[in-house]
T-cell receptor
Framework: EAQVTQNPRYLITVTGKKLTVTCSQNMNHEYMSWYRQDPGLGLRQIYYSMNVEVTDKGDVPEGYKVSRKEKRNFPLILESPSPNQTSLYFC????????????FGQGTRLTVV | AQSVAQPEDQVNVAEGNPLTVKCTYSVSGNPYLFWYVQYPNRGLQFLLKYITGDNLVKGSYGFEAEFNKSQTSFHLKKPSALVSDSALYFCAVRDNEYGNKLVFGAGTILRVKS
C-alpha cells in the first residue's frame, strides 16, 4: 500500500531535549516536505527536499533541522525544542511537478513542556 | 506571493442538503488548486485538484469543485451531504515559484447534522 509513515504519532517532551520525528515513504517520490498545523493558520511548510541531499527552508524553519540521506526517508530534528514548537506535524511526499498531489502521513502531535 | 483564503471557519448543513465550502486564491501564473480533507486524528487525504481544462472537477467521495477564474475561486461542493462528511477541509494552491510547496488556507470545519 502506498503510504507515508511518521513516527511517533504522539510525543510529550521537555524543553531542550533533542528529538527526531521520522518520516518514510514507499512511493519513490522525489519531493518530501514537513508542515506544521496550528489552529487558524492551516499548514505551513517547515522544510522541503527536492531529492537526496537537497534540502531547503520553507516558511517556518527556525528551530528545526532535516536531512535526506536516502530517497525514502526525511526525518525532522528538533535540537532544542521549545514550547512554541508544540504543534501537529505532517510529513508529505509527491512526484515532481506542480500538478501532482501530495500524500500526507498520519501526523505527529508534539507537546513541549 | 501565493495565498488562499477560506472565509468560513465553520459550515453547518443538514444531512441530505447540498454543501459548499468556499475558497478563494491569489496566485501569479496558472493556478494549481487542491482540496484535502482531515478526519479527527488522521492525516490529510486528497480529494481533488484543478490543473487545467473543465471548470468542474470531480473527486473522491462524491465531492466536486468549481473553478472560477474571474472570481479566483475554487469552491468545494457536494449535492447531498452525509454525516460522515463532517471533517476539516483545506484548500491549497501550488506555489508557482517553489513548485513543491503547497500554500494552505486556514481550514473550514464542516458539520453535517442528521
Amino acid at each position: 500500500e502506498a503510504q507515508v509513515t511518521q513516527n511517533p504519532r504522539y510525543l510529550i517532551t521537555v524543553t531542550g531535549k533533542k528529538l527526531t520525528v521520522t518520516c518514510s515513504q514507499n512511493m519513490n517520490h522525489e519531493y518530501m516536505s514537513w508542515y506544521r498545523q496550528d489552529p487558524g493558520l492551516g499548514l505551513r511548510q517547515i522544510y522541503y527536499s527536492m531529492n537526496v541531499e537537497v534540502t531547503d527552508k520553507g516558511d517556518v524553519p527556525e528551530g528545526y533541522k532535516v536531512s535526506r540521506k536516502e530517497k525514502r526517508n526525511f526525518p525532522l530534528i528538533l535540537e532544542s525544542p521549545s514550547p512554541n514548537q508544540t504543534s501537529l506535524y505532517f510529513c508529505a511526499s509527491s512526484l515532481r511537478g506542480r500538478n501532482t498531489e501530495a500524500f500526507f502521513g498520519q501526523g505527529t502531535r508534539l507537546t513541549v513542556v | 506571493a501565493q495565498s488562499v483564503a477560506q472565509p468560513e471557519d465553520q459550515v453547518n448543513v443538514a444531512e441530505g442538503n447540498p454543501l459548499t465550502v468556499k475558497c478563494t486564491y491569489s496566485v501569479s501564473g496558472n493556478p494549481y488548486l487542491f482540496w484535502y480533507v482531515q478526519y479527527p486524528n488522521r492525516g490529510l487525504q486528497f480529494l481533488l485538484k484543478y490543473i487545467t481544462g473543465d471548470n468542474l472537477v470531480k473527486g473522491s467521495y462524491g465531492f466536486e469543485a468549481e473553478f472560477n477564474k474571474s472570481q479566483t475561486s475554487f469552491h468545494l461542493k457536494k449535492p447531498s451531504a452525509l454525516v460522515s462528511d463532517s471533517a476539516l477541509y483545506f484548500c491549497a494552491v501550488r506555489d508557482n515559484e517553489y513548485g513543491n510547496k503547497l500554500v494552505f488556507g486556514a481550514g473550514t470545519i464542516l458539520r453535517v447534522k442528521s
